[in-house]
């Protein structure tokens, strides 16, 4: 049987994380929706907040960063059966009322990977460093990758089976770029769907200075991995999962 899976990796979310909760719909298109929150160590009560609205909660005793929670996300929705994996912040940032957007592709067959892009939708309350931050990031992909990408950060994205199961991130620290250099190396097709944003109410992002000393040494060492496309059949387990 087909199933959904959506998964939010939290730290210290128990204000927003409940939000975001209750607009994740029970189905798509007739398919279950299961959810399952990633606990990173939080200090407040993300996982009772997260077990009281219905989610399956997996948890990290100390804080270990959000690649790392992405990457036990990846793994938790595979062995949950996934057909399709989705994963969505928990600051209630990305509308998970459009999470059928970003299945919609995969389950149609069109694409592996897709984003949901908040530079081709609508955005409010932006940061300009942000924005600028944004771009550049999303640029160097675009150039690695030679292909078009609007929104390379995005915290909100979709998987097929087969990418969830071959989706590499080679840091703890954060997954946006090196994830999306890794599966589109691995020829993993990619598409981007628009979405609003808006910038979170409470909390306060994980983002600091030196998010660029972390994350420019990684992406330069995932380009310099030797990736080569992986054979078609095993880009498409989810055949017999799509059927
Ligand atoms: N696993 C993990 N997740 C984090 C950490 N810090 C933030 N997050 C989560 O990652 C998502 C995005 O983080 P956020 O700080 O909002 O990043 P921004 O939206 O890019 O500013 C949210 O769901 C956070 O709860 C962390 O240290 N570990
Ligand atoms: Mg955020």
Same mark, same amino acid.
């Given at each position: 049987?087909?199933?959904?899976?959506?998964?939010?990796?939290?730290?210290?979310?128990?204000?927003?994380?409940?939000?975001?909760?209750?607009?994740?719909?029970?189905?798509?298109?007739?398919?279950?929706?299961?959810?399952?929150?990633?606990?990173?160590?939080?200090?407040?009560?993300?996982?009772?907040?997260?077990?009281?609205?219905?989610?399956?909660?997996?948890?990290?005793?100390?804080?270990?960063?959000?690649?790392?929670?992405?990457?036990?996300?990846?793994? #938790? !929705?595979?062995?949950?059966? +996934?057909?399709?994996?989705?994963? /969505?912040?928990? @600051?209630?940032? %990305?509308?998970?009322?459009?999470?059928?957007?970003?299945?919609?592709?995969?389950?149609?067959?069109?694409?592996?990977?897709?984003?949901?892009?908040?530079?081709?939708?609508?955005?409010?309350?932006?940061?300009?460093?942000?924005?600028?931050?944004?771009?550049?990031?999303?640029?160097?992909?675009?150039?690695?990758?030679?292909?078009?990408?609007?929104?390379?950060?995005?915290?909100? #994205? !979709?998987?097929?089976?087969? +990418?969830?199961?071959?989706?590499? /991130?080679?840091? @703890?620290?954060? %997954?946006?770029?090196?994830?999306?250099?890794?599966?589109?190396?691995?020829?993993?097709?990619?598409?981007?769907?628009?979405?609003?944003?808006?910038?979170?109410?409470?909390?306060?992002?994980?983002?600091?200075?030196?998010?660029?000393?972390?994350?420019?040494?990684?992406?330069?060492?995932?380009?310099?991995?030797?990736?080569?496309?992986?054979?078609?059949?095993?880009?498409?387990? #989810?055949?017999?999962?799509?059927?």
């Amino acid at each position: 049987m087909k199933k959904i899976v959506v998964f939010l990796p939290a730290h210290n979310e128990e204000t927003s994380l409940p939000l975001v909760l209750k607009r994740i719909p029970d189905e798509i298109n007739g398919i279950p929706v299961e959810t399952i929150v990633i606990d990173d160590g939080s200090t407040d009560a993300t996982s009772t907040v997260a077990t009281l609205n219905g989610a399956q909660v997996y948890r990290f005793e100390q804080n270990r960063g959000l690649g790392a929670a992405v990457r036990e996300g990846l793994y #938790r !929705a595979y062995d949950h059966d +996934a057909t399709v994996a989705v994963m /969505i912040d928990a @600051d209630n940032e %990305y509308p998970a009322d459009q999470i059928p957007d970003v299945v919609r592709p995969i389950l149609a067959n069109d694409a592996d990977y897709v984003f949901g892009s908040r530079f081709l939708g609508t955005i409010d309350g932006m940061r300009l460093y942000r924005y600028i931050g944004n771009h550049v990031f999303t640029w160097l992909q675009c150039v690695l990758l030679k292909r078009k990408i609007h929104d390379g950060q995005s915290g909100m #994205r !979709a998987f097929s089976r087969a +990418a969830c199961k071959h989706a590499e /991130i080679i840091h @703890d620290y954060n %997954y946006a770029q090196v994830l999306t250099l890794n599966l589109v190396r691995k020829g993993f097709r990619l598409k981007e769907v628009p979405i609003r944003y808006r910038v979170r109410e409470s909390g306060k992002s994980f983002i600091r200075l030196n998010y660029i000393q972390r994350v420019v040494p990684a992406i330069y060492k995932e380009w310099r991995r030797p990736i080569v496309a992986l054979p078609i059949e095993e880009r498409f387990e #989810r055949k017999e999962h799509l059927g």
